[in-house]
Nanobody
Framework: QVQLLESGGGLVQAGGSLRLSCAVS????????MGWFRQAPGKEREFVAA????????MYTQSVTGRFTISRDNTKNMMYLQMNSLQPEDTAVYYC???????????????WGRGTQVTVSS
């Protein structure tokens, strides 16, 4: 059973940066797409970014394009989300998950981690 564990969240001022990490254990890291989602209080979980195996293709939601970068290190079973120019509207719990194919639909993802809180102050 693949297990995911997010880390790297925290409190940052607007304009600052954070790097989230997602550690994969308990199963294969190969041939699966991976994604980052976020959920703000009172809102539904939304797609942020995704990356294919082995990392040649990526996709982003429009609001983070140019600010966030998703990557994966297949030798370490890790996925990352570099977040720059953070804004208060980026405040949410960030989750990582796996999927068979690259996509934006939360229903296509599984093995969700517990999430890591990102708070951006104005």
């Amino acid at each position: 059973q693949v297990q995911l564990l997010e880390s790297g969240g925290g409190l940052v001022q607007a304009g600052g940066s954070l790097r989230l990490s997602c550690a994969v254990s308990g199963g294969t890291f190969m041939n699966v797409a991976m994604g980052w989602f976020r959920q703000a209080p009172g809102k539904e979980r939304e797609f942020v970014a995704a990356i294919t195996w082995p990392g040649s293709n990526t996709m982003y939601t429009q609001s983070v394009t140019g600010r966030f970068t998703i990557s994966r290190d297949n030798t370490k079973n890790m996925m990352y989300l570099q977040m720059n120019s953070l804004q208060p509207e980026d405040t949410a719990v960030y989750y990582c998950a796996v999927a068979k194919l690259l996509g934006r639909n939360v229903r296509d993802y599984s093995n969700w981690g517990r999430g890591t809180q990102v708070t951006v102050s104005s």
